[in-house]
């Protein structure tokens, strides 16, 4: 970045300087830049606002979907059909190409809105001192070296080296992940400080939660923190996920045998056997039609948007249809901490009286739950000493905490509503409380003293002080600790025990002291303060809590095969604890932000895989752990809810944003989004995109073996000098009539039993598994000999007519195929068992359709005009459904051959 000075320190290092030498540097001071000097600097630097990325016209992001191997195939046989004048092959191979295409086109432009997104969250608006005069200019209009001033509730507009505070507090949660604001100060902090250690800067995007203070400018536009994530954001390549990885390396496969089998059948037919060039290519177009899939991607489509429905209705939005069937291969979830897998709303947990420690029921601000003492419920009306300190939590506070619509809402800072809350729990009421103890006077908190302290007097006129702050700021102004109802000495060293307990188990600290006020004294000094004299009353632990619910999310996760890595920008002792309360283990392994930057790629691959909870972590850091995890052989989904989370959202395989707490940079970087911000959602779309993978296997396992004895049947014909069993017509009616009728039924199929007990599938197993491979030819075999033998049967033996004997093959193999759709109700387990063959709605819905279109086909005199075929007398019916009963008994006994031998 160029400065005024020329070469300097990068954005990142302007913490290591102090504020007099920040100014110096852009040639300011504190009554801020002329108007002709911000002017100049404008047109060097340009405006305050992120750049806006090069996006491809709609016409080249339409035309880039028809690149596909399959698609050209389609495309070929489009135009032969049409020159032949084959009309309505022509309009169906188009109309399959074109749905696909626009499929793709509609669900492009991911990336773009994201930073879209980012770029919304700039100030609109800031308060600037130039010529020496405070005024109001738009926030693209700054520039280094400008002076700016904040006040609670702004936006920082800019990334600012801050010159004063006044009790400064801002909320960095977008950038840093941390669960409570951040107080800031104007020395100049380590230069290794990770950003959420840099209290001498303010960062643009970030909110102004209490106080005021000031900044000089020294980073606008790209070259600010969030302006730095989206360049990153940029740069990362989203990846393809593994089902469509998988169907273009199988399109390709599948290309080759049908130009090979096609051009094969063509020389072999016209110069071998002699047949009419036109009627060779017919038959070729035939073959190359029959062979490739049409209905595949349509039933795949449709079974994705039916998990997106479904997911819907658990609260997962997905914004990326394929996203759908990733979250069934996922075998690694990197989760965002505060908001994602805990509440972002403070509680008190634990309360240490001089004599017993308190555990504290109920999370969040909800007045939920109780106090235990060993385990045991306590009423804290008998213990006199934490009844007084909850009193003191309360009144010692400037939040609100009140109900709104079933919801419990907090104003003010998060840890002064964590205090309302415990002592709504003990039963105080807040309004009751405040009349009986009315405020006469009160020094707000304030990080010189690090203490709140308020003065109460009763309707009699005694006096009380109570004070609140830093354990060690409050230790040091007690002459004597509560005990039970009366005061004893203050044990220092058992107090910091207690400290050093708490923290261990990763709590913020907080000390309650109390002392009695002169009946005549009405305002409350420093001094008054200093005097010290105060008893303390307890040592409270409040922690941003883990959710019940992901709790057991979790375990489900870890049970699925899945493992669960926290990736926060907290603090590594209270990421350890969460992580230890999320079960994921005691001892848990965690590492820091300043480890990882000294590891290499290979050091961070093996680190990835021992330690589950990396804290204190940058936007760089989170991107590099997924990366490792996906080099891993990982799929890896990223949750998260901050503008931090966005690059490593994108890059991850499924990226999920919260939906209510999560910035909207966030949401359009990912392909889910939570409605209710709840981890277990996460669980529950995994269920549902390992039925959704299961339901496209199934299509697959019912299509690809229809069309390969389609393929059989005309290819064996040819062989043997035989007319065609099927016309092109007839077989484009099989492909997206009945088997797209038939597979899609399987979109609908419920999961399999044990779906979440088995492990994630390998993301380098092949589309087409080993049993797949084995079972695709295998039911192939049997539909092409039902349909073949038929034909030939109809045609040698009882000397039928071609169109007779081609109706005959027909309904044969059709047959054969609504058979074959019962014994894909389940996979690999017998469908007999437990009645699993009657509890699919939607199979017997689909053959019923079938039988009615395959009737209307076979007998309605227009589809015989159009089609070829003739009506079937009834005596050839028996053979037809002889053949289907005979697939599935064939193949239930297949099914439990393979468990016997191949468990």
């Given at each position: 970045?160029d400065?005024?000075?020329?070469?300097?320190?990068?954005s990142?290092?302007?913490?290591?300087?102090?504020?007099?030498?920040?100014?110096?540097?852009?040639?300011?001071?504190?009554?801020?830049?002329?108007?002709?000097?911000?002017?100049?600097?404008?047109?060097?630097?340009?405006?305050?606002?992120?750049?806006a990325p090069?996006?491809?016209?709609?016409?080249?992001?339409?035309?880039?979907?028809?690149?596909?191997?399959?698609?050209?195939?389609?495309?070929?046989?489009?135009?032969?059909?049409?020159?032949?004048?084959?009309?309505?092959?022509?309009g169906?191979?188009?109309?399959?190409?074109?749905?696909?295409?626009?499929?793709?086109?509609?669900?492009?432009?991911?990336?773009?809105?994201?930073?879209?997104?980012?770029?919304?969250?700039?100030?609109?608006?800031?308060?600037?001192?130039?010529?020496?005069?405070?005024?109001?200019?738009?926030?693209?209009?700054?520039?280094?070296?400008?002076?700016?001033?904040?006040?609670?509730?702004?936006?920082?507009?800019?990334?600012?080296?801050?010159?004063?505070?006044k009790?400064l507090?801002?909320?960095e949660?977008?950038?840093?992940g941390?669960?409570?604001?951040?107080?800031?100060?104007?020395?100049?902090?380590?230069?290794?400080?990770?950003?959420?250690?840099?209290?001498?800067?303010?960062?643009?995007?970030?909110l102004?939660?209490?106080?005021?203070?000031?900044?000089?400018?020294v980073?606008?536009?790209?070259?600010?923190?969030i302006?730095?994530?989206?360049?990153?954001l940029?740069?990362?390549?989203?990846l393809?996920?593994?089902?469509?990885?998988?169907?273009?390396?199988?399109?390709?496969?599948?290309?080759?045998?049908?130009?090979?089998?096609?051009?094969?059948?063509?020389a072999?037919?016209?110069?071998?056997?002699?047949?009419?060039?036109?009627e060779?290519?017919?038959?070729?177009v035939?073959?190359?039609?029959?062979?490739?899939?049409?209905?595949?991607?349509?039933?795949?489509?449709?079974?994705?948007?039916?998990?997106?429905?479904?997911?819907?209705?658990?609260?997962?939005?997905?914004?990326r249809?394929?996203?759908?069937?990733?979250?069934?291969?996922?075998?690694?979830?990197?989760?965002?901490?505060?908001?994602?897998?805990?509440?972002?709303?403070?509680?008190?947990?634990?309360?240490?009286?001089?004599?017993?420690r308190?555990?504290?029921?109920?999370?969040?601000?909800?007045?939920?739950?109780?106090?235990?003492?060993?385990?045991?419920?306590?009423?804290?009306?008998?213990?006199?000493?934490?009844?007084?300190?909850?009193?003191?939590?309360?009144?010692c506070?400037?939040a609100?905490?009140?109900?709104?619509a079933?919801?419990?809402v907090?104003?003010?800072?998060?840890?002064e509503?964590?205090?309302?809350?415990?002592?709504?729990?003990?039963?105080?009421?807040p309004?009751?409380?405040?009349?009986?103890?009315?405020?006469?006077?009160?020094?707000?908190?304030?990080?010189?003293?690090?203490?709140?302290?308020?003065?109460?007097h009763?309707h009699?006129?005694?006096?009380?002080?109570?004070?609140?702050?830093?354990?060690?700021?409050?230790?040091?102004?007690?002459?004597?600790?509560?005990?039970?109802?009366?005061?004893?000495?203050?044990?220092?060293?058992?107090?910091?025990?207690?400290?050093?307990?708490?923290?261990?188990?990763?709590?913020?600290?907080?000390?309650?002291?109390?002392?009695?006020?002169?009946p005549?004294?009405?305002?409350?000094?420093?001094?008054?303060?200093?005097?010290?004299?105060?008893?303390?009353l307890?040592?409270?632990?409040?922690?941003?809590?883990?959710?019940?619910?992901?709790?057991?999310?979790v375990?489900e996760?870890?049970?699925?095969?899945?493992?669960?890595?926290?990736?926060?920008?907290?603090?590594?002792?209270?990421?350890r604890?969460?992580?230890?309360?999320?079960?994921?283990?005691?001892?848990i392994?965690?590492?820091?932000?300043?480890?990882?930057?000294?590891?290499?790629?290979?050091?961070?691959?093996r680190?990835?895989?021992?330690?589950?909870?990396?804290?204190?972590?940058?936007?760089?850091?989170?991107?590099?752990?997924?990366?490792?995890l996906?080099?891993?052989?990982?799929?890896?989904?990223?949750?998260?809810?901050?503008?931090?989370?966005a690059?490593?959202?994108?890059?991850?395989?499924?990226?999920?944003?919260?939906g209510?707490?999560?910035?909207?940079?966030?949401?359009?970087?990912?392909?889910?989004?939570l409605?209710?911000?709840n981890?277990?959602?996460?669980?529950?779309?995994?269920?549902?995109?390992?039925?959704?993978?299961?339901?496209i296997?199934?299509?697959?396992?019912?299509?690809?073996?229809?069309?390969?004895?389609?393929s059989?049947?005309i290819m064996?014909?040819?062989?043997?000098?035989?007319?065609?069993?099927?016309?092109?017509?007839?077989?484009?009616?099989?492909?997206?009539v009945?088997?797209?009728?038939?597979?899609?039924?399987?979109?609908?199929?419920?999961a399999?039993?044990?779906?979440?007990?088995?492990?994630?599938?390998r993301?380098?197993a092949?589309?087409?598994?080993?049993?797949l491979?084995?079972?695709?030819p295998?039911?192939?075999?049997?539909?092409?000999?039902?349909?073949?033998?038929?034909?030939?049967?109809?045609?040698?033996?009882?000397g039928v007519?071609?169109?007779?004997?081609?109706?005959?093959?027909?309904?044969?193999?059709?047959?054969?195929?609504?058979?074959?759709?019962?014994?894909?109700?389940?996979?690999?387990?017998?469908?007999?068992?437990?009645?699993?063959?009657?509890?699919?709605?939607?199979?017997?819905?689909a053959?019923?359709?079938?039988?009615?279109?395959?009737?209307?086909?076979?007998?309605?005199p227009?589809?015989?005009?159009?089609?070829?075929?003739?009506?079937?007398?009834?005596?050839?019916?028996?053979?037809?459904?002889?053949?289907?009963?005979?697939?599935f008994?064939?193949?239930?006994?297949?099914?439990?051959?393979?468990?016997?031998?191949?468990?």
């Open positions: 970045m400065t005024a000075n020329g070469e300097t320190p990068s990142r290092d302007w913490h290591t300087l102090s504020a007099e030498d920040a100014l110096s540097h852009w040639q300011s001071d504190r009554q801020g830049l002329s108007a002709e000097a911000a002017k100049e600097r404008l047109s060097r630097y340009g405006p305050n606002s992120l750049p090069e996006k491809a016209g709609p016409l080249l992001r339409f035309l880039r979907h028809f690149h596909n191997v399959l698609i050209y195939i389609l495309l070929v046989a489009a135009l032969g059909t049409a020159l032949l004048g084959h009309w309505v092959d022509t169906v191979i188009l109309a399959v190409v074109l749905i696909n295409t626009m499929i793709g086109f509609i669900q492009e432009g991911k990336a773009e809105k994201a930073l879209d997104a980012i770029r919304e969250m700039l100030s609109p608006k800031a308060a600037v001192m130039r010529d020496a005069k405070r005024r109001e200019v738009p926030a693209n209009e700054l520039v280094p070296g400008d002076i700016v001033y904040l006040q609670a509730g702004d936006r920082v507009p800019a990334d600012l080296r801050l010159l004063e505070v009790n507090r801002v909320e949660a977008v950038l840093t941390e669960s409570v604001p951040v107080e800031k100060a104007v020395d100049p902090v380590a230069a290794d400080a990770p950003l959420g250690d840099r209290t001498c800067m303010a960062f643009s995007g970030t102004v939660a209490f106080g005021r203070g000031a900044g000089v400018v980073g606008t536009g790209a070259h600010t923190e302006g730095r994530i989206s360049e990153m940029g740069e990362v390549q989203s393809q996920t593994p089902l469509v990885r998988q169907m273009e390396q199988f399109g390709r496969w599948l290309a080759v045998v049908i130009i090979f089998i096609s051009a094969a059948t063509f072999f037919g016209y110069w071998v056997r002699t047949y009419p060039l036109d060779m290519f017919l038959a070729a035939s073959l190359a039609v029959s062979t490739i899939p049409e209905g595949l991607p349509a039933i795949m489509t449709i079974a994705l948007a039916i998990g997106v429905q479904k997911m819907a209705r658990r609260n997962a939005i997905i914004r249809l394929p996203a759908v069937e990733t979250l069934g291969s996922v075998s690694a979830i990197c989760s965002d901490k505060t908001g994602t897998l805990t509440r972002n709303e403070m509680t008190v947990q634990t309360v240490v009286t001089a004599k017993q308190f555990d504290v029921t109920g999370v969040g601000y909800e007045p939920r739950g109780g106090f235990l003492l060993d385990d045991d419920d306590v009423d804290p009306d008998d213990h006199p000493a934490l009844n007084e300190t909850l009193l003191a939590g309360l009144l506070n400037d609100v905490l009140y109900e709104r079933g919801q419990w907090m104003e003010g800072d998060p840890t509503g964590a205090l309302i809350t415990a002592a709504c729990k003990a039963g105080l009421d309004h009751q409380q405040h009349e009986r103890l009315l405020r006469t006077d009160v020094i707000p908190f304030e990080s010189d003293h690090k203490y709140m302290a308020t003065l109460h009763d009699e006129g005694h006096g009380r002080v109570f004070l609140k702050g830093a354990p060690e700021r409050v230790l040091s102004l007690c002459e004597s600790q509560r005990e039970g109802g009366r005061n004893a000495p203050v044990d220092r060293e058992a107090w910091h025990r207690h400290m050093e307990e708490i923290a261990a188990r990763g709590q913020r600290l907080l000390a309650v002291a109390v002392r009695d006020a002169a005549k004294q009405r305002d409350l000094t420093y001094a008054h303060i200093e005097e010290g004299d105060f008893t303390l307890a040592l409270l632990g409040i922690i941003d809590p883990p959710r019940d619910e992901a709790i057991a999310a375990k996760c870890r049970e699925a095969g899945i493992g669960v890595k926290m990736i926060t920008g907290d603090h590594l002792v209270t990421a604890a969460i992580g230890e309360q999320l079960g994921m283990g005691n001892g392994a965690a590492l820091s932000g300043h480890e990882l930057e000294d590891m290499d790629e290979e050091a961070l691959r680190a990835v895989q021992e330690a589950d909870v990396f804290a204190r972590t940058t936007p760089e850091h989170k991107l590099r752990l997924v990366q490792a996906q080099a891993d052989g990982r799929i890896v989904a990223m949750t998260g809810d901050g503008v931090n989370d690059p490593a959202l994108k890059r991850a395989d499924v990226g999920v944003a919260m209510m707490k999560g910035t909207e940079a966030a949401k359009e970087a990912a392909e889910m989004v409605a209710d911000d981890f277990a959602s996460i669980a529950h779309a995994v269920e549902e995109g390992r039925t959704v993978y299961d339901n296997r199934k299509a697959i396992l019912h299509t690809l073996p229809t069309n390969a004895g389609q059989l049947t064996m014909a040819i062989l043997m000098g035989l007319a065609l069993p099927l016309t092109p017509v007839q077989v484009l009616w099989v492909n997206m009945t088997s797209v009728t038939l597979a899609m039924a399987l979109a609908f199929e419920p399999e039993p044990g779906v979440m007990k088995r492990p994630p599938r993301p380098d092949p589309l087409l598994s080993g049993f491979l084995w079972r695709i295998f039911v192939a075999i049997l539909l092409w000999a039902g349909t073949f033998g038929h034909f030939v049967y109809m045609e040698e033996v009882l007519s071609d169109e007779l004997a081609r109706t005959v093959a027909i309904n044969t193999l059709v047959a054969g195929q609504a058979f074959y759709l019962l014994n894909l109700r389940l996979i690999h387990q017998p469908v007999l068992i437990g009645w699993e063959v009657f509890r699919s709605r939607a199979m017997w819905i053959i019923g359709v079938l039988i009615v279109l395959q009737f209307t086909f076979t007998f309605a227009v589809m015989n005009t159009l089609f070829g075929t003739t009506p079937v007398p009834l005596e050839h019916w028996w053979r037809i459904l002889l053949f289907g009963l005979l697939v008994i064939i193949v239930e006994t297949e099914k439990v051959v393979i468990r016997k031998f191949f468990p």
